[in-house]
């Protein structure tokens, strides 16, 4: 009897928390990070995309029509992104050298759809291992300060592991790349992309959803992709309207690894 009455006690406690606790807190995207759980809930490590090596290299002068971002000679198309005065990463001998102490760097102008081209060299001393190695990301939308927006990740997964939708080629922790066609450290890799950007209706919500199709050295590793939201580090992605024209912005990532390097990079408007 006496027992009874404690297990109907504990299990009224148990049926009163069930009902009155979810109803006391905020919904997810009202709360802070912390209660979205940790980084680690969002890794995927399988399947490991194969490995391919890419062929000849896929350099050489943009088309007549590309805005030219970078040439080789200045950063005159380039803002900081924490306070938009001129972009202060290192230009020397034709390429830009991030500079993590100064942060990440966007373009001045605004782009909506487009076919993008870049290159990026991590270098041969590079150091460290999985997320800590060569970490960069080319931001396809710069929809904020920070890492604010849509990240093509930048990172030497050239044998080198980590979560497969974090590797190099992913579209950070939504979709792995096809393949991996990472180059050695110490050789220029590009990629080529076509974004479409995400539109939004008057009271905020989606539209039509952002795509990505992409080519790392020249290989496929997005097939028109169809974005969940912004790319985050923790939590859901979560869509956020802006006018669906944006900077473009380069991560300078916080690890101690070696500073990358980027030349040739442009983009034609579609
Ligand atoms: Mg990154």
Redesign the pocket.
Same mark, same amino acid.
């Given at each position: 009897m006496r027992k009874h009455f404690f297990t109907t006690l504990a299990f009224t406690a148990l049926s009163f928390l069930a009902t009155a606790v979810p109803a006391q807190q905020p919904p997810a995207s009202q709360a802070p990070a912390a209660n979205r759980g940790k980084p680690e809930d969002t890794e995927v490590w399988e399947p490991v995309p194969k490995i391919v090596t890419p062929g000849v290299p896929t350099s050489g002068p943009p088309p007549s029509d590309a805005v030219i971002l970078f040439d080789g000679n200045n950063l005159d198309q380039w803002v900081s992104v924490k306070d938009k005065s001129p972009a202060k990463w290192k230009v020397a001998s034709g390429v830009i050298t991030v500079d993590k102490s100064t942060g990440n760097i966007e373009t001045k102008r605004s782009f909506k759809n487009y076919q993008l081209h870049l290159e990026y060299l991590i270098p041969e001393n590079i150091k460290g291992e999985a997320q800590a190695r060569g970490?960069?990301?080319l931001f396809l939308a710069s929809t904020g300060p920070g890492d604010a927006g849509y990240?093509l =990740?930048?990172?030497d997964s050239y044998n080198n592991k980590t979560y497969v939708n974090g590797q190099a080629g992913s579209v950070y922790k939504q979709y792995p790349p096809l393949v991996n066609a990472c180059r050695k450290p110490g050789e220029w890799q590009s990629y080529d992309v076509v974004w479409t950007a995400p539109t939004f209706n008057a009271d905020g919500s989606v539209k039509t959803p952002a795509y990505v199709t992409a080519f790392h050295n020249g290989v496929l590793i997005q097939d028109r992709v169809e974005l969940k939201g912004e790319t985050v580090y923790i939590g859901k992605p979560e869509y956020k309207a802006y006018s669906s024209s944006a900077p473009i912005k380069l =991560?300078a990532?916080g690890d101690p690894s070696p500073p990358i390097s980027f030349r040739n990079i442009w983009v034609r408007e579609l």
């Open positions: 970490n960069s990301g990240e =990740q930048i990172l =991560q990532h």
